[in-house]
C-alpha cells in the first residue's frame, strides 16, 4: 500500500485516483471550471500523469530490411520465376504460389520458407502487392503484381473449412 494524492492505494488497483474521479466529473458538469487553487493544481497533477503515461509506451518495432542471403543471380532467378508466375495465374495466396512454384522445379529455391522471404523482399522493392480479400468472416491475402486490377481478376476458390455449412 502506498500514498498517493491523499488516499491510500493498494498494489494492482485502477492508476486513477478518486481526486482524478472527482475532477472528471467537476469538467464534465456545467459549472466553470477550475474554481480554486486546489482544484487546479489538481488537474495540472492530473494531466501530467496523463502525459507521463502516454510518453511511456513503446512504439511499434521497425521491420529492418529484408536481407537476402541467396548470391543475386540466383535471388534474381527466383524473383523472376515467382512474379512470373503471380502474373500468369492473377492473385494467389502464399501456398497457391508455393504449389506453382513446386511445380516448376527451381533449383535455388530450397523452402516455402525462404520464399515467404523472397516475396516479402519483392514486396519491399514494389514488385509485388498484396491484397486482402474478405470472404465472410475469413480473410484471405493475395499476392498480385502492381499491374493486375484485382476487380477484374478471378479470385482463387474458397477453402472448405470446419464452420462453414455442408449443401
Same mark, same amino acid.
Given at each position: 500500500?502506498? &500514498? ?11 492508476? *486513477? %485516483? /478518486?481526486? #482524478? @474521479? &472527482? ?11 477550475? *474554481? %480554486? /487553487?486546489? #482544484? @487546479? ?127
Amino acid at each position: 500500500m502506498y &500514498f498517493q494524492h491523499g488516499l491510500h492505494i493498494k498494489e494492482g488497483q485502477c492508476s *486513477r %485516483t /478518486r481526486r #482524478e @474521479s &472527482f475532477l472528471l466529473a467537476r469538467l464534465n458538469s456545467n459549472k466553470t471550471f477550475p *474554481r %480554486t /487553487r486546489e #482544484e @487546479s493544481e489538481g488537474l495540472r497533477e492530473m494531466v501530467f500523469g496523463t502525459a507521463v503515461r502516454w510518453a511511456a509506451k513503446k512504439g511499434k518495432p521497425k521491420m529492418k530490411p529484408v536481407e537476402l542471403t541467396s548470391p543475386p543471380e540466383q535471388a534474381q532467378s527466383i524473383s523472376r520465376a515467382i512474379f512470373d508466375v503471380v502474373k500468369e495465374h492473377g492473385p494467389l495466396t502464399l501456398s497457391d504460389t508455393w504449389d506453382h512454384i513446386k511445380g516448376i522445379g527451381l533449383r535455388g529455391l530450397t523452402g516455402k520458407r525462404q520464399m515467404k522471404i523472397m516475396i516479402r523482399w519483392m514486396r519491399e522493392r514494389q514488385k509485388l502487392r498484396q491484397i486482402c480479400c474478405h470472404n465472410g468472416a475469413h480473410k484471405q491475402f493475395l499476392y498480385t503484381t502492381w499491374f493486375t486490377n484485382p476487380k477484374n481478376t478471378p479470385l482463387p476458390p474458397r477453402i472448405n473449412r470446419k464452420d462453414d455449412p455442408k449443401p
